[in-house]
């Protein structure tokens, strides 16, 4: 209840007047930090004016994020508030905001939030108790005096020393669990009016624990963010990965941007999916990648220049800003060849900064992120395991050749009606505002696709089928010439209104091994269409990518014959993203593929081979007037036919727009 006041307070009080967000318009920022311990000897050591200044004008960043305090819990410059690491020998903290002030970009820190090591083993009252008793060595609890009497006045230290522009707080989200603590169970016993204390998911009331966790995280996040803006208004605040796909319900905390670092292996693939949600959000956004990998027991390495223009591109194809991790050595020297290719990076960006930075989507295809069926079925609180069947559905229309963007429930209700398709991939029991506005959506003549086996159960008049209670445990679903297994409960379902589109198999000869019941349907309603498949085959395709579930899927997709969309006809590879900006068009080609192959034990992207020629078909109702490739001028041939433009692309580097005026 003390976090509930203090964040009610700090609302009624409003955030000064005039406040800048100048991330606005930042576009390519730099990341450094170093995590100080309670081992380094050597902090600061190697840190001048000269260097710091020398190796950032070979980047010419946006803005810069450096070191402050990270997960160990100890500054790495000289702090009064709280522990400062035994091992500083000249204060870096200060240089870098000397050299940033004099290069007129802002400088924020990074910062430790709700996990912070060291505050507990000064303060054990503070830690999070798990389900088994024991306090948690590094995670804080959301109750304790942490927030109040550590957090908040250390950030405000920083500032008021430093005259810091903002501050990435991470270890946030991510890193909070359920505390059973006495004073969160007493708590929960207050606000929800339950006795009960669930240790599990089998227990009774172990939704309503998790959501009252889930509020607690808010309202720390809001405690914070508040407290800042009101002394220092024109300081952002950014909570890492908060109001990401981890984290889909609607925004409520004045955060003053959104942000994430995505996975060091395979980042382009989790970029991917978290660029087209958090640039739904209708914030200020970015996504940082980091600049070196590990694979297996081996220690970390630098990334190819390829290697991370491949994993931005996904991000500045939806319009958001990007930022690169590098850490410093523990003196604080940057290595001087780590900047060269930050330096290669930053020009690859830099190209295509006026066709990439702050477009908006062109409306093609819909998926649906549903906050309350991931919070229903993700793993406590904000990780990440009921997204499989949404990032499946992207995956498949991508791979099709689409354009997809992921919105949660308030933004699909909002915005769908300009979509030509809407996909709605394995979520069940969706609040009844959904379920209506995706009736209205069809009854005015929507496309819609829903999958799983309960679809025909809950949306009987949808899709035109009845449930039966019989679901098979696996089944196979025909595709080309051939079949392909997905393993999951599929329903067995009877056509009402709507007819077969393709059937559902018992094994693996498509002529003969029928099930008996369709796979998937075609349905009529209102002015609209609804394919249905009757499993979980975006899930499926998420585990596996098996070709013939991607053919399967693209088949279903075409059943629906959705006017409007746009199509790249070539490789699968290829990534295609339909925005807009000042009145032009812009399509955005990413190639996903390598030269060599990836493998568990090989995870560095060396070069992109060029994909070879492939088209792209716009349906436009007047011909326009000038097509062009850019920043790459690769060979181009348009035409325009009875409301399609085609265009002939003749090759595709890493990353190009196709811009139609």
Known sequence: MRNSIWVLMLILCGMPAGAENWHEDAFFGLHYDLHPNAGDTELGRETTYEHIRAEL????????????????GYAGYPTKVGSPSPGIVNDALKIWRQVTRDMGIPLSIHYSGVWDTRAIELHPEWARIQADGSRDPNNTCPLSRYTEDLLIPQLLEVIENYQIDGMWVDGECWASYPCYCEQCKSEYKKRTGKEAIPMNAQEDGWQDWLAFHRKLFVEHVAQYTEAIHAKYPNVLVCSNWMYSVRMPEEITVPVDYLSGDFDPSFGAERASAEARFIGSRGKTWDLMAWSFLRTGNQLWTTKTTPHLCQEVSTVLAQGGAVFIYDQPQRSGRLTGWHQDILSEVAAFCRQRQELCHKTETLPQVAILH???????????????????????????????????????????????????????????????RVISALKEYVQQGGHLLISGSDAAREYPELTGCEASQEKLPQAWVPAGNGCVPVEGGWCRVKTTTARELAPLLNQQEPSVNLAGSPAATVNSFGKGTVVAIHGPVFRAYNQSHYPL????????IAALQ????????????????????????????????????????????????NTGAFTVTFPMEKKPKRCYLAPDPYGLEWTWQEGVLTAQIADLAIHNVLVVE
Request: aromatic share 8%.
């Open 57 to 72: 004008e070979k980047v010419h960043p946006d803005f810069v994020q450096y070191d402050c305090k990270g997960h160990p």
């Open 370 to 432: 549903s906050q309350s069926y991931f919070y229903r079925n993700n793993d406590p609180l904000f990780g990440l395991s009921a997204h499989r069947p949404m990032e499946g559905a992207l995956h498949a229309v991508l791979e099709n050749g689409y354009s997809a963007d992921i919105l949660n429930e308030d933004q699909l209700i909002a915005r769908m009606a300009g979509y030509p398709l809407v996909i709605v991939p394995e979520q069940d029991q969706l609040p009844d």
């Open 549 to 556: 579930v991607r053919r399967f899927i693209g088949d279903a």
């Open 562 to 609: 959705s006017g409007g969309l746009i199509h790249v006809d070539g490789p699968w590879w290829i990534e295609m993203s339909a925005r807009t900006k000042e009145g032009k068009n812009l399509i955005q080609l990413v190639n996903r593929s390598t030269t060599g192959y990836l493998a568990p034990n090989r995870h560095m992207v060396e070069s992109v081979p």
